[in-house]
């Protein structure tokens, strides 16, 4: 009975265009989200390569002109030989958060958070607090990617093949019918719905394959196959999710009518509003301080540091006329550069500490909080299988900044000895390398809570439907 009612039920399935109407669309919105995505990636991929190309080439420059003074033996020591004025005013390392394979599928964080810094021997609120200026009507919307297509767009697809999945044929007449066969009635209604199912999530793979070709995916590099493995995986679950619903709705006895506006009211609930109630919460409890007023405060500081610094030039230029022409950058200078920022560390410390706990707070209520939604817990599933979720970036924050305490120490320590650069030296300079600790325990633990949600309903409709009446009342 179930391969008959599963085979018939794809039959009609590809005889109507307005279904054949309906994956199509589908499968284009998710392409071109999937173009979408490729451009703002190979974007992003041209920026660094070329920050990380000009800083290279920088660092081969200098070395270049320590080894023609090396071999000069000239008198004159030139300015790229202060370790002073390397670390704090001509190098810079590039420290990049590598791009996982499916980063362009779901952009997530990218958008709002950089994935590369320049790190100079500066304190780190000089060169970590930059951003660059976004608009924010498209923060607050986000970026068209395949995963808002998977989260959004999925679901009402899905909602409209089963909204009506048993009540249509009911109204009909059709069901009773069909039951006087001695057909099983909660057999009958999984297999239209497997069938239904069948075709979307076929469907949903193919167009997933081919959003990984057209964003050019390597499936050779590390970890591609794992990634397109997991993605999809969540994919076909998130699917299922919502036929499960859709299957536990019908087994409510209501109208067809009555059916859609359910299911419509449960895609909006479980999409919109339960994660901006997620977000609004974790707000309320965890409010940021203003940034505002750290943008202010780290104006003011450096405007003071800068006056102090400038008069330590003059007044080391007073007291030694004879290097003023000579445009130097003696030590003194770096050391006093050192001191002023000092003073800005000490007076910004609890503000972005601050920042940094509440950001903190915030992701932990929101960890605790998705489960209340299968669109929070698929959308943070697959932006950790992209690399573009807030717990990566705060590793690459985290990582950042204790590399450039490495990093700084490097040339200090140079500066305060007093100790002249060589050519050598740049080949020592510290380099930044992330280390990737993955999300597989939260991609698992996402699979789980989906796979557990499905069964719960699909286990509910089964019971419901043994009691299902097959008339239309009257």
Sequence with gaps: MFRHVFGHELRLFRQNPVWWGSLLTLAALTIIAAFNGGTRSDSQIRQVAELDGAAAQLQQTIKAQLQSYEQSNAAEVPAVASAGAL???????????????????????SDALPNHYAVTAHATYS?????????????????????????????????????????????????????????????????????????????????????????????????????????????????????????FVNALNWRSETNGVVLANAWLVAVVVLPALVNVVATAAYPAPSRVNLTTELREAASEAEKRAAAAREAYYFDHPELADEGEAPAAFFREVLASEKDIGDSMAPLLASFERRARERSRVVEFMKYLSPAIVTHQALTAIAGTDDQRYAEFRDQLQAFHSVYRDFFVQRLLTEREFHSADIDRVPAFAFTDSGGSVRIAGAALTLAFFSLVLIVAALRLYRRYPVLQAT
């Design 87 to 109: 670390g704090f005013s001509i190098l810079t390392e590039p420290a990049d958060l590598p791009l996982r394979p499916l980063h362009a599928l779901a952009l997530g964080q």
């Design 127 to 247: 060169f970590m607090n930059e951003s660059d200026i976004v608009n924010p009507k498209n923060l607050l919307a986000g970026s068209f990617d395949v995963a808002f297509v998977i989260v959004f767009v999925l679901p009402v697809f899905i909602i409209a093949l089963v909204f009506d999945l048993l009540s249509r044929e009911k109204e009909n007449g059709l069901l009773a019918l069909t039951m006087a066969q001695g057909v099983s009635l909660p057999g009958y209604t999984l297999a239209k719905c497997a069938a239904r199912c069948l075709m979307v999530l076929t469907v949903t793979l193919v167009v997933s394959l081919l959003s990984l070709l057209v964003t050019g995916v390597d499936f050779g590099a590390t970890g591609a196959l794992e990634d397109a493995s997991g993605w999809l995986l969540i994919v076909l679950l998130y699917a299922l999710f919502w036929f499960a619903a859709g299957l």
